[in-house]
T-cell receptor
Framework: SQTIHQWPATLVQPVGSPLSLECTVE??????LYWYRQAAGRGLQLLFY??????ISSEVPQNLSASRPQDRQFILSSKKLLLSDSGFYLC?????????????FGPGTRLLVL | KNQVEQSPQSLIILEGKNCTLQ??????????LRWYKQDTGRGPVSLTI?????NTKSNGRYTATLDADTKQSSLHITASQLSDSASYIC???????????FGTGTRLTVIP
């Protein structure tokens, strides 16, 4: 069965510090991978998606970046965090299956920037 | 402008009662609509996926409806349980694999 992992679960970082969030998927090959941010009281915002190793598409220009060094590994990074980067970060995976394609979400990382 | 609006923003019901959550969208061209359940501090979990031609789809005590003409969907929960307490998110997918539009969700609280 497929599983998706995210770590850390929670993170408190000072403004200006770097960030690295990791997401890994098990039990599937060549998944589409996604990073979302969910701010308090707001809907999910798609940040990045990847259809393959080294292939990253950015949906929202900001100080965040993403990388996919391996097939089932997706990393969200920042060189200098801003207060506005606080939120709940969710990684998701899917396998292309037409209109029935479903995204499966990880447990999330709660980031607080102080 | 492509938008997804959900109502109510929050809802409190007694255990055992039914409730209906609403989702209105302006996303076009429409591919499909999903309802997700998100427990506090967890990732969303898919409940239903509905395509243009589907009017009703059930998943246990959850029944989703779709009116593609009026661009409205509803999620009906029957005989609510305490474990139904969660946020319910409506997501509309535009034609094209990665064009997803998320509603801000309805926060449901079921009390004993």
């Amino acid at each position: 069965s497929q599983t998706i992992h995210q770590w850390p679960a929670t993170l408190v970082q000072p403004v200006g510090s770097p960030l690295s969030l990791e997401c890994t998927v098990e039990g599937t090959s060549n998944p589409n991978l996604y990073w979302y941010r969910q701010a308090a009281g707001r809907g999910l915002q798609l940040l990045f998606y990847s259809v393959g190793i080294g292939q990253i598409s950015s949906e929202v220009p900001q100080n965040l970046s993403a990388s996919r060094p391996q097939d089932r590994q997706f990393i969200l990074s920042s060189k200098k965090l801003l207060l506005s980067d606080s939120g709940f970060y969710l990684c998701a995976w899917s396998v292309l299956g037409g209109v029935q394609e479903t995204q499966y979400f990880g447990p999330g990382t709660r980031l607080l920037v102080l | 402008k492509n938008q997804v609006e959900q109502s109510p923003q929050s809802l409190i019901i007694l255990e055992g009662k039914n409730c209906t959550l609403q989702c209105n969208y302006t996303v076009s061209p429409f591919s499909n609509l999903r309802w997700y359940k998100q427990d506090t501090g967890r990732g969303p979990v898919s409940l239903t996926i509905m395509t243009f031609s589907e009017n009703t789809k059930s998943n246990g005590r959850y029944t989703a409806t779709l009116d593609a003409d009026t661009k409205q969907s509803s999620l009906h929960i029957t005989a609510s349980q305490l474990s139904d307490s969660a946020s319910y998110i409506c997501v509309v997918i535009q034609t094209g694999a990665n064009n997803l539009f998320f509603g801000t969700g309805t926060r449901l609280t079921v009390i004993p």
